[in-house]
């Protein structure tokens, strides 16, 4: 393995590690500090019961999430130190609100978790809110990070030398507010349908556990509206892609020919020796008019480019299909649980419970995919059209040593995590 | 060096604050380090005890306390990306090795916090929470002493023309960085015996750590004098900033200070006094270092002007650390007010 490659993959599997509990650590407190509401609300102790067990839960997995996070940190200098020497100047600047964010949050959470019995009522729920809201903020800030790698702006080269630089345009860059909204959609709705498929789960053994029916819909507040969202948040990403990436779009479609009424594809497999994607289900002209709204506007595909500047098409393209795949499903089983939450108060029916208990998983898998598509799908750059991969990444030679290292650490970790949790999960049960 | 200080502008501000950070880490998360050494150190009739009162008054605060290290590092890449850069490349290894540490600590930490496991359960991720605890700031403290040397910067010079070990290892496998290694966690540990004597509230209790800071303080004295002793050929730069420069003397004699107070307020058990003079002396040994190598970042090559980052970037990295205090020292002192305060208020 070469050390370009074992960097990017000790990178992909540090940062696909990091975003699940990252996700959780963003919707959670949302969740718990509803239910603590209610419970103050109501007085009804099933609430009370289901705030402190979340709260217990997002205690295990936002401490993951912050010694994760912590390796990622780090892991910019360690691996990318040519990167970090490159973009620090202008993207520092959302790194360290960033940092200021997780200040708050992690102070805020002990605060919550430790406060219960020792500050009033009222203190206690705002702890919890400013929780929620400073996870949401460090969101916002690292993807304005990640976004202006997507689509560079604020610095002036000449030379393959930086003459100037403008951290606050490059933090608002083009892609910045669609991918930030992209973002906190799929945390609210991976982590929403993630609570209430392990609780309709339990409805299915057990279904008068007024606990598991409580915590569901609860979870469903959540994580419903913002799956039903979702695929309109993506049509806005991709539009933004269609404009400032057209490589990562046409990778993405499998599109290999420049042409106008562009087909939407469903499925199929990009033949990238023969520059043609097979089997795809094509939907006539699709493509043109989700890309740019007209349906015969000219779609540039990957014969218009060098191709040593294409990316991996299979695991972008791939990517894409399993992410609108499962956001399809996800979107399609929210609105039929929320129809039925609202029509009849509560949610009935074994067929809906197991479709809810079905999608559990899908919203991570949908975001770890989201995640090939724009990361891989930029290569061979780290930051698009100006510095590439091969250049970013660290001298040092052995990477695949804590490669190996980093990901036996990472699977040791997820599986006493599940355990723990599934244990929790029982014995609330 | 006198002239150095004549130039100090927003680099030089934007550094101090870089130290100002590490300081706010080293006297919380670094006691929450030195506390994993004295779980691993528990011994005695009150074992158990010993525990219990380290894990309660780690958990509501090591997650807050960790940050300091991240807006250290955010700060240092964001200010001073060229340093950065250096020092990530030379030190990967013993960096690397920190962060498994770091993982390992936390996660060993909560698992045993929360884990509804069995009892030899616990036992193991306390172990390994302990373990983690006292090998974390050790290979802090040889990264650290491996730029103060030189070396890092020395090594920098030849990635590409020299071999694997002469830049990737043998610059932090020497004596002086082991010897700051081994001071760190000394002072950390130092400082954990000191805090929990504190928050003991039986008498026994507060002995045991009373008793522990007394014997750390011994440790921190001996391994000083190591790091010193080793300096003279290990980190000569470093060695005439420590005795040759204009407030040399004066930082040298507050330290000396600081150490003989803490150590006779915790010999006639004025624990108020002590923790103050422990935390004062901690921070002079760090500002000393910083001072040490003035006017440079990574010595003797990449100095604090030099990779800095443009005005542009610091000035609006000035405003958002002002704007983040503003919200975080009134949360910080909230959060430390409920984690001490024993009152428990009543529930609805
Ligand atoms: C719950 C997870 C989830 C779901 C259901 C979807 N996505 Fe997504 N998507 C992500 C989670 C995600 C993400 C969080 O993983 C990404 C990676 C980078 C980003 O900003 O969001 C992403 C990226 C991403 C990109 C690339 C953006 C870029 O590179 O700048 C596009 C074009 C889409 N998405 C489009 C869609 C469409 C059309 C969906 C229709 C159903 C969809 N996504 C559902
Ligand atoms: C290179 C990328 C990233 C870096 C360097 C990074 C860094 C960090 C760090 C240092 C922490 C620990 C904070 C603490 O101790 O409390 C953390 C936690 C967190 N990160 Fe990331 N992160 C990255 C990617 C992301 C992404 C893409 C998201 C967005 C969804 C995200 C969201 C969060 C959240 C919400 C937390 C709070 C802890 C938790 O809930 O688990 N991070 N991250
Ligand atoms: C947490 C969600 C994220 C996931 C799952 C993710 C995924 C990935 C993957 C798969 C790669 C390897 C790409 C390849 O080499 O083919 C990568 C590279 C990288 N990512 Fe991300 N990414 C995330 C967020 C971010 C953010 C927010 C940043 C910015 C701070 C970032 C910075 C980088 C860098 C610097 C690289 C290495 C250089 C490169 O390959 O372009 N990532 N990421």
């Given at each position: 393995m070469s050390n370009l490659l074992a960097a990017r993959t000790q990178m992909a599997l540090s940062l696909g590690f990091h975003i699940v509990f990252a996700e959780i650590g963003i919707a959670m407190p949302l969740m718990m500090v509803l239910a603590e509401w209610r419970w103050r609300r109501t007085g009804d102790d099933t609430y009370r019961q289901l705030a402190q067990g979340w709260a217990k839960g997002t205690a295990i997995l936002f401490a993951v999430g912050a010694v994760s996070g912590t390796v990622l940190s780090f892991e910019l200098g360690l691996l990318w130190p040519r990167f970090m020497q490159f973009a620090g100047p202008i993207v520092g600047l959302p790194f360290s609100l960033e940092g200021f964010a997780f200040f708050t949050e992690a102070i805020f959470l002990g605060v919550y978790l430790y406060g219960w019995t020792k500050i009033s009522p009222r203190a206690h729920l705002a702890a919890g809110a400013i929780v929620a809201v400073s996870g949401a903020a460090s969101a916002i800030f690292v993807i304005m990070v990640n976004a202006w790698m997507n689509t560079p702006t604020g610095l002036t080269m000449s030379g393959g030398q930086i003459v100037r630089i403008d951290p606050i345009a490059g933090a608002l860059n083009p892609s910045t507010l669609q991918q930030a909204l992209h973002m906190l959609l799929a945390a609210y709705a991976a982590t929403g349908l993630a609570v209430a498929g392990i609780h309709a789960g339990m409805l299915l053994k057990k279904s008068a556990a007024p606990f598991h029916r409580a915590a569901l819909t609860l979870a469903l507040v959540v994580g419903a509206p913002a799956a039903i969202l979702q695929p309109l948040s993506g049509d806005l990403s991709a539009r933004t892609v269609a404009l400032w990436q057209p490589i990562k779009l046409a990778a993405l479609e499998g599109q290999f020919d420049t042409e106008r009424g562009a087909p939407l594809r469903i499925g199929g497999w990009p033949d990238v020796a023969a520059e043609h994607t097979r089997y795809a289900i094509e939907i006539p002209r699709g493509l043109s008019l989700l890309a740019f709204?007209?349906?015969d506007a000219e779609v540039r595909g990957l014969?218009?480019?060098?191709?040593?500047?294409?990316?991996?098409?299979l695991p972008v393209h791939f990517g894409f299909q399993i992410m609108v795949g499962l956001g399809t499903i996800m979107a399609v089983v929210s609105i039929w649980a929320l129809v039925t939450l609202v029509r009849k108060r509560e949610i009935t029916g074994r067929a809906l419970l197991r479709a809810l208990a079905v999608v559990t998983p899908f919203g991570y898998i949908a975001t770890e995919a989201g995640w090939t598509v724009t990361e891989v799908g930029r290569q061979p750059w780290t930051v698009q059209g100006v510095l590439r991969t091969a250049d970013a990444?660290?001298?040092?030679?052995?990477l695949v040593v804590p490669m190996v290292v980093f990901a036996l650490v990472y699977l040791g970790l997820a599986a006493i995590v599940v355990v723990l949790i599934r244990a929790m999960v029982r014995e609330t049960a | 060096m006198m002239a150095a200080f004549a130039t100090i502008g927003l680099p030089e501000v934007i550094a101090g604050l870089i130290v100002l950070a590490l300081n706010g880490y080293v006297l919380t998360g670094g006691a929450d380090y030195g506390g994993g050494v004295w779980d691993l150190l528990a011994t005695g009739p009150r074992r158990d005890e010993q525990q219990d009162l380290i894990a309660s008054s780690i958990a509501p605060v090591w997650e807050a306390n960790h940050v300091w290290l991240i807006v250290a590092v955010v700060l240092f890449f964001t200010a001073f990306p060229a340093a950065f850069s250096a020092v990530g490349i030379v030190l990967h290894i013993p960096l690397a090795i920190m962060l498994l540490g770091v993982v390992l600590r936390g996660s060993a930490f909560v698992f045993r916090s929360y884990?509804?496991?069995?009892r030899v359960a616990r036992r193991r991720w306390g172990l390994t929470f302990a373990v983690a605890s006292a090998i974390t700031p050790f290979v802090l403290g040889v990264a650290i002493g491996t730029v103060a040397s030189g070396a890092a910067a020395n090594a920098f010079g030849h990635v590409g023309d020299r071999s694997f070990v002469d830049v990737f290892v043998s610059p932090w496998l020497d004596w002086f960085p082991i010897a700051v290694g081994a001071l760190t966690l000394a002072l950390f540990a130092f400082l954990a015996a000191v805090y929990l004597a504190i928050a003991a509230t039986a008498d026994a209790l507060r002995e045991d750590f009373r008793r522990r800071a007394l014997l750390s303080a011994i440790a921190v004295f001996l391994f000083a004098a190591l790091t010193l002793a080793t300096a003279w050929r290990g980190a000569p730069q470093i060695m005439n900033g420590v005795v040759e420069s204009p407030w040399a003397l004066v930082l040298q004699l507050a330290t000396g200070a600081a150490a003989i107070t803490a150590i006779v307020a915790l010999w006639t058990r004025r624990f108020a006094l002590a923790r103050f003079a422990a935390a004062a002396q901690v921070s002079l040994i760090l500002w000393g270092w910083a001072l040490a190598q003035f006017p440079f970042i990574v010595p003797p090559t990449l100095s604090i002007r030099a990779t800095a980052a443009p005005d542009v970037t610091l000035t609006l990295l000035l405003i958002g650390v002002a704007v983040g205090a503003a919200v975080l020292i009134p949360s910080l002192r909230y959060l430390f007010r409920l984690a001490l305060s024993q009152s428990d208020h009543a529930p609805p």
């Open positions: 709204h007209d349906p014969q218009a480019f060098d191709r040593d500047v294409w990316p991996p098409v990444v660290t001298p040092m030679p052995g | 884990g509804s496991g069995t």
